[in-house]
């Protein structure tokens, strides 16, 4: 009586962890995100240099390409870039696109510069909400629940881009800091600022510049985005 009882206690469980396992699969399947992903600068805004014919905006252009690339084989996840070529694009433009499109974050990458020669590696910035927080009283920390979580998730996100990105730059993270994102100026949405490498230390432009580790880099955020929304 109790091998039967036990027999048909783990085809019970079995059957019911296969339904809720279809279950859970199908509604993951169902979760479409979104994600743009901006390529600092652009056109006559050339941003940090790099070389005397390559500039910040070439690398970031070629970073935020090969990300969208890697993201676009898992199927739920859509990137929105805010420049696919070498042109001008406003903070005003940003901003358009993602009151367009809303969505589920924002990535923008950028190059470093300056420190001294020594500087290198690679940093975050997520937007605080101070400014938000000094104006609102919706609870103790003067930021409503909906922006909390936006804060949390960015810090999240920030996590993981700094696990994968020391591979391609081991032990040299330089940490996350808050930072007013102006282009976010009016917008609430969990985001970041990635300054990937230093233009001007030698090591570090060595790697910006090679399309090996540029796609390195790209592999490397892609990985930090499927594990966040999985």
Not at 173 to 197: C, F, M, S, Y
Request: charged fraction near 25%; glycine fraction near 6%; charge should be positive.
């Amino acid at each position: 009586m109790f091998n039967k009882t036990k027999k048909i206690f783990l085809l019970t469980f079995l059957l019911v962890s296969l339904f809720w396992g279809g279950v859970n699969t199908l509604t993951a399947a169902t979760n479409n995100y979104k994600i743009v992903v901006d390529p600092a600068h652009g056109g006559s805004d050339a941003g940090v240099k790099i070389t005397d014919t390559i500039n910040e905006k070439d690398i970031t252009l070629a970073i935020a390409l090969a990300l969208q690339t890697e993201l676009s084989k898992e199927g739920n996840i859509k990137v929105i870039l805010s420049r696919v070529s070498d042109k001008d694009v406003t903070a005003e433009n940003r901003k358009k696109i993602m009151q367009e499109n809303k969505p589920n974050f924002f990535l923008s990458i950028h190059i470093n510069r300056g420190f001294g020669k020594h500087a290198s590696g690679f940093e975050l910035y997520y937007p605080g909400f101070g400014k938000a927080a000094a104006s609102t009283k919706k609870d103790a920390k003067g930021l409503s629940p909906e922006r909390i979580k936006y804060l949390n998730e960015s810090v999240r996100m920030a996590h993981l881009i700094q696990r994968n990105l020391d591979s391609v730059f081991p032990r040299m993270g330089r940490g996350l800091r808050e930072a007013d994102v102006p282009v976010l100026e009016g917008l609430h949405l969990p985001a970041l600022v990635v300054e990937i490498g230093f233009a001007s230390n030698s090591d570090d432009r060595k790697k910006l510049l090679s399309a090996k580790t540029q796609k390195e880099i790209a592999r490397a955020l892609s990985r930090s985005i499927k594990s966040f929304y999985r």
